[in-house]
């Protein structure tokens, strides 16, 4: 039986037509992996950018904020329009974003083009976070490899994450912090050339774009983020972190109403509904809350505690980073035999693990004396990061994967703001507090690194017991469908003429 491809929908003809998994999933890596790449490399100059610009240190603040501000606020909108306009248009947009953000840091010498070039190449990086897991979740059908797929894809995040700190150091070692992003432009132009050439559209047409949501997802998330942000560094009490709270609070209530009221909603509330939906966005977000927060902190300690280099501290982290490229290959082999649930719930013990022996360490303590807490940590993050991300887009319809790719990267992102902004905002008050009591700053620095970090462990921890519950709930509905289903057809055979 053939398809008319004149008498099908635009879905329908995408279907037909067929997408090979393999080119998608090399442009969603290399898409991806610019997204992360962009966040750690920012991290690593920010030293030598101080210095260049004469930044004070409230400004250097909003170097690496105003980047995730951007994707946080606009990735959940992001998805819903990939639905509707075309997911390889919406991630081709993204990449000439982040291909533009890269250009204009290349040239950047002031602050507002600095803030300016971070904020485009964010405008790229909430475009392609969930118009790439779209078109790899649409080109993949079967849910078993799929998850394998979305491991991949997650893995390239941990690769960006990786290399950032690297390129900075080299950058810095041989030319200035403007050559770090080159990289960013020369692989955001290789993922545009393989999604042009072998990628083929797709898009929903059903799906309806839904601007009152837009507005008051986009701004109303903007405003949360800019008050965990600006918060953290001058009061959460202050007037306007307060009128930022307020504000957000309003517009996301705002945003919930009209979205229960459409029939075709930007993000369906409605599958909150399911417990398995509604906690594996808790569950992702608390992953990378974990991963990018303690990683910050590691990168600072390594710095100011133990004197080392940006390109000294990417090879150092490339243990914690390396394991958690590994984890996420190996999540997508073990996931089609064990489920996610279970891989969710030994990547965030392991990762706690992991937390747990790096608050252990001491102003001398040496890399062999931290080396298993990032293997650890970098494992168990890893483990956990895509089948989280998986279990969330399992339960959308199909031709829905950018919404839910949306609102999955969307809860990502924002535990990744929450884990640089409290984590980083514990480092600083409590260090304020211990350098006036230890005559070694090192010392308190050590000490405000290790309090926060037993802040990183505490919501990993709280993740594993909501995965846990989580797998138990599931075993019990499981369970009451089978016996529903065994009485149903116990019933059938005692009355054979009875309709069902």
Same mark, same amino acid.
């Given at each position: 039986?053939?398809? #008319?491809?004149? #008498?099908?929908t635009?879905?329908?003809r ?10 998608v999933?090399?442009?969603a ?5 610019? @997204? ?25 603040v ?7 501000? @951007?994707?946080?606020?606009c @990735?959940l909108?992001a &998805? ?34 600095? +803030? ?17 897991l ?7 059908? #079967?849910?078993?490899?799929? $998850?394998?797929a979305?491991?991949?894809? $997650?893995?390239a995040?941990? +690769? ?18 403007h ?21 083929t /559209?797709?898009?929903?047409? %059903? ?9 008051? %997802?986009? $701004? ?23 009128t %930022? ?14 979205e ?6 930007m =993000? ?5 509904r ?10 992702a ?11 910050? +902190?590691?990168?600072l300690? +390594? ?12 090879v ?6 390396? !394991? ?11 996931v ?11 990547g ?9 022996? *790096? !608050? ?13 807490? *990032?293997?650890? *940590? ?9 089948p989280?991300?998986?279990l $969330?887009v399992g339960?959308?319809p199909?031709?829905?994967? &950018? /919404?839910?790719?949306? !609102?999955?990267?969307? !809860?990502?992102q924002?535990?990744?703001?929450? &884990?640089?902004?409290?984590? &980083? ?7 304020e507090?211990? =350098?006036?009591? @230890? ?14 970090t ?13 995965a ?33």
């Amino acid at each position: 039986m053939t398809t #008319d491809l004149r #008498d099908a929908t635009a879905e329908e003809r995408d279907d037909a037509r067929g997408t090979r998994p393999g080119p998608v999933l090399v442009a969603a890596c290399l898409g991806l992996f610019t @997204v992360f790449l962009q966040t750690t490399q920012t991290i690593g100059t920010l030293g030598a950018v101080q210095a260049d610009l004469r930044l004070a240190p409230a400004d250097m603040v909003w170097v690496p904020s105003m980047y995730t501000l @951007v994707v946080a606020s606009c @990735v959940l909108g992001a &998805g819903a329009l990939a639905d509707r306009w075309g997911r390889k248009r919406v991630f081709l947009t993204g990449t000439a974003a982040m291909a533009a953000g890269a250009l204009v840091l290349l040239l950047a010498d002031n602050l507002a083009t600095l +803030l300016t070039g971070q904020a485009i190449a964010g405008l790229g990086g909430a475009l392609i976070t969930p118009s790439s897991l779209a078109l790899i979740t649409h080109a993949v059908r #079967d849910p078993r490899r799929r $998850a394998g797929a979305i491991a991949a894809w $997650a893995a390239a995040s941990g +690769l960006g994450l990786a290399v950032g700190p690297l390129v900075a150091g080299l950058a810095l070692r041989w030319w200035t912090w403007h050559a770090a992003f080159w990289l960013n432009l020369v692989v955001a132009g290789l993922a545009a050339i393989v999604a042009l050439g072998r990628v083929t /559209e797709s898009r929903n047409p %059903a799906q309806r774009l839904d601007w009152a949501g837009q507005f008051t %997802a986009i $701004a109303g998330l903007a405003l949360l983020v800019f008050w965990l942000i600006d918060g953290g560094h001058h009061g959460y009490a202050s007037a306007r972190a307060l009128t %930022a709270v307020v504000t957000a609070v309003l517009l996301l209530a705002a945003f919930a109403l009209v979205e229960l009221r459409r029939t075709a909603p930007m =993000v369906d509330l409605r599958l909150m509904r399911d417990p398995s939906y509604s906690v594996s966005l808790l569950l992702a977000g608390t992953v990378l809350f974990g991963f990018v927060g303690l990683c910050l +902190l590691q990168v600072l300690w +390594l710095q100011r505690v133990r004197g080392l280099t940006a390109l000294q501290v990417g090879v150092q982290l490339l243990a914690e980073f390396g !394991a958690f490229i590994a984890a996420s290959v190996l999540a997508g082999i073990l996931v089609r035999r064990l489920g996610p649930r279970v891989l969710i719930t030994a990547g965030l013990l392991l990762a706690a693990v992991g937390a747990v022996l *790096f !608050a252990q360490v001491g102003p001398d303590t040496a890399f062999a004396g931290y080396a298993a807490a *990032f293997v650890l *940590f970098g494992l168990g993050c890893g483990l956990a990061n895509a089948p989280s991300t998986a279990l $969330a887009v399992g339960h959308v319809p199909h031709g829905r994967e &950018g /919404e839910a790719g949306g !609102a999955v990267n969307a !809860a990502r992102q924002i535990g990744a703001v929450l &884990g640089t902004s409290i984590l &980083g905002t514990r480092v600083t008050t409590h260090f304020e507090d211990r =350098v006036t009591h @230890v005559r070694d700053p090192r010392i308190a620095f050590t000490d405000a690194v290790t309090h926060a970090t037993w802040v990183a462990v505490a919501a990993l921890g709280a993740g594993t017991v909501l995965a846990l519950g989580l797998s138990a709930w599931s075993r019990r509905r499981a369970n009451r469908q089978v016996t529903a289903a065994n009485e149903a057809l116990r019933g059938a055979e005692r009355h054979p003429g009875r309709r069902a």
